[in-house]
């Protein structure tokens, strides 16, 4: 089992930036693929970001390419969103995600709670 809590969630105005945190407290994730994903009230889950584990390679929801930056730090057990050029569309609850990576959040076995993003226009 894998927990994972995310922070960094919060209010911003559109153009400004964010940074979220997805951590595995007394875990070590660094055989797993991580994720993002976010979910709009009323809309699906939908993909943002994904790294896989060794951070050598990364994906992108089209929506956020050139805008979003994931990493991860796997001796911290971390991994990030850096989140700039903000829109109100951006604002949705963010989750992290473990699993064996891709757009696909069935690839994923171990989710965070989420954090709540919100862009003021």
């Known amino acids: 089992q894998v927990q994972l809590v995310e922070s960094g969630g919060g209010l911003v105005q559109a153009g400004g930036s964010l940074r979220l945190s997805c951590a595995a407290p007394?875990?070590?994730?660094?055989?797993?693929?991580m994720g993002w994903f976010r979910q709009a009230p009323g809309k699906e889950r939908e993909f943002v970001a994904f790294?896989?584990?060794?951070?050598?390679?990364?994906d992108y929801a089209d929506s956020v390419k050139g805008r979003f930056t994931i990493s991860r730090d796997n001796a911290k057990n971390t991994v990030y969103l850096q989140m700039n050029s903000l829109k109100p569309e951006d604002t949705a609850v963010y989750y992290c995600?473990?699993?064996?990576?891709?757009?696909?959040?069935?690839?994923?076995?171990?989710w965070g709670q989420g954090t709540q993003v919100t862009v003021s226009s």
């Open positions: 007394g875990r070590t994730f660094y055989s797993y693929a």
């Open positions: 995600a473990a699993g064996r990576g891709g757009s696909d959040r069935w690839e994923y076995n171990y």
């Open positions: 790294s896989s584990w060794t951070g050598d390679s990364a």
